[in-house]
């Protein structure tokens, strides 16, 4: 089994920021894509960021340029900085890695952890 357990959400002021963090555990021989996406009440499932393995990393246009996703690969550890918050980014989020075993890859989902931006 993997563990994907998350922290670092909360409420926070419109303008301000927070930093999330998830780390994998468990059977796991490498991961390669790691991933942000949050959902809003009422609202599909959406993409925040990627990184690949190699640090490559993908947003959509509503958090580029205030979002930015990073990676320890030596701790399985995925992190997503967001500066600028808006009230729009009130969402519940969820952290995702594409999890390597021998002869097998999988998606792997975190809990969810609740970010409020509000004044």
């Known amino acids: 089994q993997v563990q994907m357990v998350e922290s670092g959400g909360g409420l926070v002021q419109p303008g301000g920021s927070l930093r999330l963090s998830c780390a994998a555990s468990g059977t796991i021989f490498s991961i390669n894509t790691m991933g942000w996406y949050r959902q809003a009440p009422g609202n599909q499932r959406e993409l925040v960021a990627l990184?690949?393995?190699?640090?490559?990393?993908t947003y959509p246009d509503s958090v580029k340029g205030r979002f930015t996703i990073s990676r320890d690969n030596a701790k399985n550890t995925v992190y997503l900085q967001m500066n600028s918050l808006k009230p729009e980014d009130t969402a519940v989020y969820y952290c995702?890695?594409?999890?390597?075993?021998?002869?097998?890859?999988?998606?792997?989902w975190g809990q969810g952890t609740q970010v409020t931006v509000s004044s």
């Open positions: 995702y890695a594409e999890v390597v075993r021998v002869g097998v890859t999988f998606g792997s």
């Open positions: 990184i690949t393995r190699g640090g490559t990393t």
